[in-house]
C-alpha cells in the first residue's frame, strides 16, 4: 500500500496525490481531514487506536469501526456512507489498529519536519511514512 500527500504552497495545506490500491485513500483522507496536523489531534486518535476499546468514529471525510482491540481490524468508510450499504458495495478500507497507530505514530513525526512531500508505504507488518524534500514557507 502506497500514499504520497503533498504540500500545496498556494492554499497553505496537505492534500492527497495517489493512492495504492485505490481504498487505501480513506486512510489518507483520515489523516488529512480527519486528524490533521495538530499533536493534540494526533495524539487523541493514536489513544483510540492503542485502545482495548472498541470505538466507533464519525468525523469530517470518514467515519471507522475499531473492533477486537489493538489488533483488531479498522474498517474506514467515508463519512456520509451508511455502514451497510458501504460494505456491501465495497467502499471501504480495512487495516489493523497498530498499522494505523503506526503510521500515526510517523505521521507526527514527519510533520515536524515540515516536508513538501510524506510518503506512506505498508508492506505487511512494514510502516515507513517518509518527509520529503522541505517545504517553501
Known amino acids: 500500500m502506497h500514499i504520497k500527500i503533498e504540500f500545496d504552497c498556494k492554499n497553505g495545506f496537505y492534500r ?11 486512510l489518507a483522507l483520515f489523516l488529512l481531514d480527519d486528524v490533521g496536523t495538530r499533536s493534540h489531534n494526533i495524539q487523541r486518535s493514536l489513544r483510540e487506536m492503542t485502545s482495548d476499546e472498541d470505538e466507533a468514529q464519525a468525523h469530517n471525510a470518514t467515519q471507522y469501526v475499531k473492533e477486537e482491540g489493538v489488533q483488531g481490524i479498522v474498517t474506514f468508510m467515508y463519512e456520509c456512507d451508511d455502514e451497510d450499504e458501504a460494505m456491501a458495495k465495497g467502499y471501504y478500507f480495512q487495516i489493523r489498529a497498530d498499522l494505523v497507530a503506526q503510521v500515526l505514530r510517523g505521521w507526527e513525526r514527519v510533520l515536524k519536519e515540515g516536508p513538501q ?6 508492506d505487511g507488518d512494514d510502516v515507513k511514512v517518509v518527509g520529503v524534500g522541505k517545504r517553501a514557507e
Open 117 to 122: 512531500s510524506i510518503e506512506i508505504t505498508i
Open 16 to 26: 492527497h496525490v495517489f493512492s495504492t490500491p485505490e481504498g487505501v485513500a480513506l
